[in-house]
């Protein structure tokens, strides 16, 4: 009887301590989902305890990337919604990895896009 209640004790421990997941790979699971933003909260929080991970950054940075580009190929927002919220999301995927090239030429694409409402005031 000792044996199960140490063991029962010990689980809820080890269930109430830790997740048997690590944060990326729970972080890589939600974007696969296209759950992001969940996926986003979980990076940051770990990139605030560990800001010099290239690997949690490089994550980040995909993922905000992923993210934007979702965001742009929704097609229940109209573009004056979307191309704003996901050019935002390329921009923080930029500043955290300047070489992802993806993120740059959409950030670029939606800039000239933005420049082309403008000019023909359909802002």
């Given amino acids: 009887m000792k044996k199960i209640i140490a063991i029962l004790t010990f689980l809820t421990l ?3 301590s830790c997740s048997l997941i690590d944060p990326m790979t729970q972080a890589q699971a939600y974007s696969k989902q ?3 933003e969940e996926a986003i909260k979980i990076l940051e929080k770990e990139y605030q305890n560990k800001p010099n991970s290239v690997p949690l950054q ?3 940075a995909q993922t905000y990337s992923d993210y934007g580009l979702t965001l742009c ?5 109209p573009p ?3 191309y704003p919220l996901a ?3 390329f921009s923080m995927a930029l500043v955290l990895n300047p070489y992802l090239k993806d993120a740059k030429d ?3 694409m939606i800039e000239k896009i933005q420049a082309s ?5 359909l802002d």
């Fill in 58 to 60: 490089s994550l980040l």
């Fill in 87 to 89: 050019k935002e999301q």
């Fill in 73 to 77: 190929q929704d097609q229940n927002k």
């Fill in 14 to 16: 080890l269930n109430n």
């Fill in 80 to 82: 004056k919604v979307k």
């Fill in 106 to 108: 959409m950030y670029e």
């Fill in 117 to 121: 409402f403008a000019a023909n005031k």
């Fill in 34 to 36: 296209g759950k992001f």
